[in-house]
């Protein structure tokens, strides 16, 4: 594939990477747009694939945000102590359920109590492909909901491994200065290995860090280990 002028004059560019700092330091300026991008992770396990249950999927909550807040969506009858609806979190019930089975997903993360689990169930044909189904692991399913939209708002993430065993997130943006970004990254790789009982060496195979528009930079596997 032909790539741009100014991608070809990046890579030519390219700074030597010497540590895991001057990577995170260095993807930044690797960006080919105009605009505050997202710099992504992806990360190739040690997985046995052929079976989906052997998928590895977690959450973790980053101290720095990794861009727009999330678009949150609880499905609750009852009112929430503490929590307020903003541009950012709607609170309802039936109108939602009835929008979503109309085909609306303008949500990133969808939240419930149990007791609501059995009308959701039925949603599941439009929810699952876009991996918004609530679920117990990550705690949408929940009676604590105040506790569990904050944690959304401060930051938190869902990750999950596809079926090649590889996962794609985002640790911050090109707004983030180098030391958030290692931060978010060592929390990252903090929870990967919290679900897994394999040495974190051991059970990656390969990590890059990318710009959402722009070349990747492999991180050596050795240095994964000093992010825990």
Not at 42 to 50: P, S, V
Not at 61 to 83: C, E
Not at 153 to 179: C, L, M, P, W, Y
Not at 180 to 204: Q, R, V
């Amino acid at each position: 594939m032909k790539r741009g002028k100014k991608y070809q004059n990046i890579i030519k560019n390219r700074k030597e990477i010497n540590s895991l700092i001057d990577a995170l330091g260095n993807v930044k300026d690797l960006s080919t747009s105009n605009f505050s991008s997202k710099i992504e992770c992806h990360i190739a396990l040690n997985l046995g694939t052929k079976n989906n249950n052997q998928a590895l999927k977690g959450s973790v909550t980053y101290k720095y945000k990794v861009g727009n807040d999330k678009k949150i969506l609880v499905l609750t009858d009852k009112p929430i102590k503490g929590i307020k609806e903003d541009d950012n979190t709607i609170i309802g019930l039936n109108e939602y359920i009835d929008k979503i089975k109309d085909g609306w997903v303008d949500f990133d993360v969808l939240i419930t109590t149990p007791d609501i689990m059995p009308q959701i169930t039925l949603l599941g044909n439009i929810l699952g492909p876009k991996s918004l189904m609530p679920n117990v692991k990550n705690g949408t399913i929940t009676n604590n909901l105040e506790e569990t939209i904050n944690e959304y708002r401060k930051g938190k993430i869902d990750f999950k491994s596809d079926q090649t065993g590889v996962i794609h997130t985002i640790i911050g943006s090109t707004a983030n200065s180098k030391e958030e970004l290692l931060d978010n990254l060592s929390t990252l790789i903090k929870g990967i290995s919290a679900i897994n009982s394999k040495p974190i060496n051991s059970m990656i195979k390969s990590m890059y860090i990318t710009p959402t528009m722009g070349p990747s930079i492999k991180i050596d596997a050795s240095k994964i280990s000093e992010l825990l």
